[in-house]
């Protein structure tokens, strides 16, 4: 459940260097660097299991998604704007989440507050693919399903934990390890985040008329390079 988290980690530091490199906009990096933050709050809470770092595994989420929410809704203004109403609107949910959440040490509350701000990124995701660019729904939904599979692992893992683990410990080590569904709620739910980023600054791009495409590396893990308009 630690290690897990290093899907969260590596593979955005490597979107924001790219990013930087190409000279994109900041929410970008922003974007990339909020993911890396979730996978390190996470990596120190699982191997520490102590409340503090429990806080920096889950607020970071709500940060997160403030600011992919921040980034999807301007994927069609001018360059160099700034929607100063979405901004104040997004930080004052992130502090109003978490006084209360310090507050109220609920669970619950923050499940519901970072599953209003996911519903809210599907939504505006599943607009752009449907009615926008069509040709991106392979990567819309393909970001969409791996999160929802880890989602539903995560829950699997919640309601039988008790069985499961007894189940693994009949198991050989090696079985026992690829079947903890908690660490691959961590591997898909980052993997579907870093698809998103790749979604929105996909969408980005190319409403600034960039050459953006996608590139496997090692012929397996999907990064984002973007070339400048050409010049008329």
């Known amino acids: 459940n630690t290690v897990s988290n290093l899907i969260f980690i590596l593979p955005p530091i490597y979107g924001a260097i790219q990013t930087y490199k190409d000279g994109l906009e900041k929410r970008y990096l922003a974007a990339y660097l909020c993911l890396t933050a979730v996978g390190l709050g996470s990596w120190c809470f699982h191997m520490t299991l102590k409340y503090e770092m429990q806080l920096l595994d889950e607020l970071p989420m709500i940060y997160s998604c403030c600011v992919f929410v921040y980034c999807l809704y301007e994927c069609f203004k001018y360059k160099n704007t700034v929607n100063y109403a979405l901004l104040f609107l997004l930080i004052t949910y992130s502090v109003v989440v978490s006084i209360v959440y310090l507050d109220l040490k609920e669970p619950v509350f923050h499940q519901i507050m970072y599953g209003t701000l996911v519903s809210i990124i599907v939504l505006r995701s599943v607009y752009i693919v449907l009615w926008v660019y069509p040709w991106l729904r392979g990567l819309g939904y393909t970001s969409l399903t791996v999160f929802l599979m880890g989602f ?30 908690h660490a691959w709620w961590h591997i898909l739910t980052g993997l579907g985040s870093y698809l998103h980023i790749l979604l929105s600054l996909y969408t980005r791009t190319l409403f600034l008329k960039h050459r953006p495409k996608v590139k496997f590396v090692f012929g397996i893990w999907p990064v984002l390079l973007v070339e400048p308009p050409k010049n008329l």
């Open 152 to 181: 539903f692992l995560w829950n699997v893992d919640n309601i039988f934990c008790d069985k499961l683990r007894a189940l693994r410990e009949k198991m050989p080590p090696v079985v026992g390890a690829v079947t903890q569904f």
